[in-house]
């Protein structure tokens, strides 16, 4: 009696699974590269714009709540807001391109620990722009509190990844950085899906596009970063120790998810970040 090894070395194989998770994992990056960029180029042109002819004025055509006449801690609190959101979404992109993390140690090793730090300003911030300007800032208050509790993972996240690092426990510290990264992405998810939603209905449908409130955006608030993260902890269980039918059910669903990101960064762009330009 001979006995039979069947090798699978079509679509149903590990190979092709793994390959397919990699393949939407880079497509998910690329997809975040092309719109955190075109986010930041719309900062530094519009409020570091704003900032050098000091004109702050001009922060009020976006935010209700941005320069305010008398108030100097709020608005610093602003001003530090919006010139540390450049750097924030540019730094994180820069701590995940493989090169720089093989190429240049050094550079990944303080541009982490600036991170850390700049998230931690932007959560900070933001919570006192909130806390401070509740009547003027956008939103409902679920909206806010959404918010705050999006600033409160982030510096729980920037915590875990900035001990880990420390402690030499690189697996973990990478988990927790990839993480910090998503719940930071959160605000950026949040204009694009805006963006997305407004672009498929032509109109703004369940929200009030000038109290900015409706259940679409209090859906919306609280998605942007959960969703994100819930994919995040699935990829990284199908990655680690996946069967190769979780591995191509994951890739499907991180691509499907980078396409729908792709038609809201079209959206935001060219709906919103170029048209204050
Ligand atoms: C960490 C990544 C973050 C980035 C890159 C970021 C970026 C920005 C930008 C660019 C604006 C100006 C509005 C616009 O042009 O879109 C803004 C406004 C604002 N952000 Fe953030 N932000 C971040 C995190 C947070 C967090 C964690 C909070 C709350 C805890 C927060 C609270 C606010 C508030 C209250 C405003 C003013 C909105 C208004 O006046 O209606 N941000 N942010």
Partial sequence: ???QVIIDTGWRSPEFASKALDGAARFWFVTVLLGQTIFSLYIVVF??????????????QVMPAGYIEGDGPGNIAVIGHVMFAALITVGGLLQLLPVIRRRLPALH??????????????????????ITRSELVAGSGFGHTALMINGAIILLCAAMAFRFA?????????????????AVSGVWMFRIGMMAWLGLHGAPVGFDPVTFTGPFLTTLHTLTYIVPLLFLEVYLRAKAQGSATQKLMTAIGVGLLSIAMLGGVLSATFGMWLPRI
Avoid: E, P
Avoid at 47 to 60: H, L, M, P, R, W
Avoid at 110 to 117: A, D, H, K, M, S
């Fill in 166 to 182: 420390r402690l030499r426990q690189f697996d973990r510290h990478r988990i927790w950085a990839l993480r910090l990264f998503i």
């Fill in 109 to 130: 090793r303080w541009n982490g620990r600036l991170y850390v730090l700049v998230a931690t300003v932007m959560s900070l911030s933001g919570a006192y722009m909130i």
């Fill in 47 to 60: 409020y570091y714009g704003a900032t050098v002819q000091g004109d702050f004025a001009q922060f009020n």
């Fill in 1 to 3: 009696m001979t006995s």
